[in-house]
Structures are given as C-alpha cells and as structure tokens.
C-alpha cells in the first residue's frame, strides 16, 4: 500500500495555541513563551487504520476578522483544523469568520474540518463550553474535540480525525464522480 500524502492547515486567531498544537504532535514539545508565528510548515508520518500517511502541517499566522483569506490556505489543502481557545470568546467569532472565508475561497460546503477548542486546561478561565463548540461544530458538519497542547491531551486526535474526515469527504465524492465503480484510493 502507497504513503498517502495530505495537507493540513491550522488556522485560527491569534494566541489560540495553533503552533502549540503543531509542534505537540509533530516533536513533543510544548514552548511556554508566545511567539507570534508568520508560518511554519511541519512533517510527520502517520499510521491510520493500517493506512501510511506523511502528513503536511500548515502552521498559519493567526488570522482577526479583517485578515484576507489568502489563498494559498485554499489550494492543495485536504483538511483544515480550525482553532479556538476556551478561554477567549473572541477567537470563537474568529473563527466563524475564518470558516466562512474558507467556503467562500474553496466554493465548496464539504470540506473536511475539525474544530478545535484549545486550552482544555485552563479550566478556571473557561469562557466557552463544550456544547457552545460542538453546537458550531455541527452546525458546519465538522468534526469537534477540544485539546490541551500544553498537556497533550487530544493533540493526536485532532490529526487522526481529520485524516479520517478527509478520507470520508474523497470517498464521498468518488461515490458522487463513479458511483459503485469508486474505489479507494
């Protein structure tokens, strides 16, 4: 079976924990300090139910309301994990706005996403619930989870399911394409 190469954007809000995460689940490594990230791109392999995958990081810069969707984040990309802090309800409006900005530049509503809510940790700052990200989640049709990249808590996760949603949006859209001569790829 061949190595299935995906890219991977993260995108979100400034502050949110977007290279945190990268870096948790490609090195191990969690950096305390915040350094503003312009991008940064990460490799690594990966194992999913018996399929190998070299996996493409796009570490983006944090993106605000008035950013331009630039378009790179939209071309050769599989997936995109939409990033948020529990502790910050404006990155949750971000967000939305980044989603929206997402459909507008693909021109598709399917396009594999997992919504992150980052800072799981941080329970005494929580600002935003559980229910209010899975309820957005769904609203989307993407997948949720919330993470903690400072304790690696759900960091494999987030890649393992959007890899998974990626693999059910192309078989989703071979079925569209070939219908039962679809074959997995």
Known sequence: MRTKQRRIAVLGFRSVGKSSISSQFVNGE???AYLPT???TFNKNLNLRGQE???TLV???GQDEFSI???QYSMDIHG???VYSVTDPRSLQVVQIIHDKLLDMTGSVNVPIVLVGNKKDLQD???ITPEQGRK???SWKAQFLEASSQNQESVTDIFNTILAHIEQVDMERCAVKWGSYCAIA
Request: aromatic share 20%; glycine share 0%; charged share 20%.
């Open 59 to 61: 570490d983006t810069a």
């Open 30 to 32: 969690f950096f305390e």
């Open 69 to 71: 969707f630039p378009t």
């Open 53 to 55: 995958y070299l996996v």
């Open 80 to 82: 995109y994990v939409l």
């Open 38 to 40: 312009i991008q940064n």
């Open 136 to 138: 957005l989640a769904n």
């Open 125 to 127: 700052e929580r600002e």
